[in-house]
């Protein structure tokens, strides 16, 4: 770049990819201004045409190129409770979420962020980060999609744990609270310190959730018991050789034919391409024992899922997970939000980098071609784990739950638009600092 391009009293050119300086405008104004175009109470209207499609015509069409035998559990798990049609439905939900009023400020979004797909989960160190699981509709789109997606799933998530009317409506009040305090705590830290914030028992009290440390104290001993080990042990049995396989559990859990194990199996050196090259000595320490098909989830069922048993030299288990990427369901509505949908070769690019940019535990993942054209994300099974939704249970329960959810997941709702939120960065008070990974380089 020439002398001219570098511009007036800059030494350097810019460079694509970097933030400009200095930075024009103000922050804490334009987030003034986009509250007074989208007030609070314009969120309060749903205003829906003839064209939304019916409960039964969305389930119909969110079925396409599943597998047919899995159907009906599907269909069966999502009518058992609204709740559970909640969780089945992102899509049609997506649907009257872009005809809601929006900022049209961008995020890497979970797509299908209800109180079930939060949970505790072990870090390298043994300790409990609160973080979120499921990325399969992971996009690049409004932030208020996943706030109004956990609000509504509270309220529908406390009746089913029988909560009262009133409770449920301050669960859903408190995840938005909660969601507002941890943002602007984070909002007033610099990037780096946002950027590695981590979601656990320090950044939670910092959120006002009174009553949450105790829930955490009550269920983390669950969630370490959680591990792979575990899992292995309760859905393996030994063999002749020394080796472990998995044990038929059916329709939840069922051993494949031969050739269609050996595939999966086969395939996995796809899977160790796409690996970051640190993670390629463990690997190297296991083999591989055996394959599984797992039905796993609500709007995950009739989608290829697998298990695949690894054991290493002393016969302790690590257990991937080899789960096809679909499509979101999210895509065909984010023109109708004014948000680009650009299509991707391979689902799995979408999903994985989605999913690493917004987890707090970073997980070796991969990816890999199944049969028909069909792509798989690879992944190790967490540690451990236990759900966000079994924490609402009762009044205490369903106001812990919303709180835990937010103030966890929007330290990483706050890594993804960070530099592009004015209304992230215009806060008034400074909060006290929340815990951070120590580190010395943007790595």
């Not at 992102?90 to 890497?108: F, H, K, S, V, W």
């Not at 300790?127 to 996943?146: A, K, Q, R, S, Y």
């Not at 320490?285 to 797992?294: I, L, N, P, S």
């Not at 199944?370 to 190790?380: G, I, S, T, W, Y």
Request: hydrophobic letters at 35%.
């Amino acid at each position: 770049m020439t002398e001219a391009g570098i511009g007036v009293g800059r030494r350097l050119p810019e460079v694509r990819g970097f933030a400009t300086w200095p930075v024009e405008g103000s922050p804490k104004e334009e987030g003034k201004a986009l509250r007074e175009s989208v007030p609070h109470s314009a969120h309060a209207a749903l205003d829906l045409d003839g064209s939304r499609p019916d409960a039964v015509t969305a389930v119909e069409e969110s079925g396409r190129g599943r597998i047919p035998g899995l159907t009906p559990i599907r269909v069966g798990r999502m009518a058992a409770t609204p709740f559970a049609f909640l969780r089945g439905s992102a899509g049609l939900m997506a649907y009257d979420l872009a005809r809601t009023p929006m900022t049209r400020i961008g995020a890497q979004i979970c797509g299908d962020a209800h109180a079930a797909n939060f949970g505790l989960y072990g870090d390298a160190r043994g300790g409990l980060v609160i973080d979120l699981n499921d990325f399969d509709e992971t996009v690049h789109g409004p932030w208020e999609w996943d706030l109004k997606r956990l609000a509504a799933s509270l309220v529908l998530a406390g009746r089913e744990a029988g909560a009262d009317e009133d409770t449920c409506r301050t669960a859903a009040h408190g995840a938005v609270g909660s969601y507002r305090r941890t943002m602007r705590l984070l909002a007033k830290l610099p990037v780096l310190d946002a950027w590695n914030a981590i979601a656990d028992e320090e950044l939670v009290s910092h959120a006002d959730a009174r009553d949450l440390l105790g829930t955490l104290e009550r269920v983390s001993e669950k969630a370490r018991g959680n591990t792979s080990g575990r899992f292995a042990a309760r859905s393996t049995e030994a063999v002749e050789d020394g080796g472990r396989r998995f044990v038929d559990a059916s329709p939840v859990l069922r051993r494949i034919p031969d050739a269609e194990a050996a595939a999966v199996t086969a395939s996995l050196e796809e899977y160790l391409d796409t690996l970051s090259e640190d993670r390629l000595p463990l690997l190297a320490r296991h083999a591989v024992h055996d394959v599984a098909f797992r039905v796993v989830g609500t709007g995950s069922v009739g989608t290829r899922s697998y298990v695949v048993l690894l054991l290493d030299h002393r016969g302790e288990p690590l257990v991937l997970q080899v789960k096809e990427a679909r499509p979101s369901a999210l895509v065909p509505h984010l023109l109708t939000a004014g948000f680009e949908a650009p299509p991707v070769a391979h689902e799995g690019r979408r999903l994985e980098p989605g999913g690493q940019q917004m987890r707090h535990q970073r997980r070796g993942a991969g990816l890999l071609h199944l049969e028909d054209e069909r792509f798989a994300a690879v992944r190790a099974r967490r540690p451990s784990r236990t759900r966000g939704g079994a924490w609402c249970s009762g009044r205490s329960g369903c106001r812990s739950s919303a709180t835990s959810c937010w103030a966890g997941q929007r330290s990483t709702d706050c890594r993804s638009r960070y530099g592009s939120s004015a209304t992230a960065r215009a806060a008034s008070t400074r909060p006290p600092s929340p815990p951070t990974r120590s580190t010395t380089t943007a790595g």
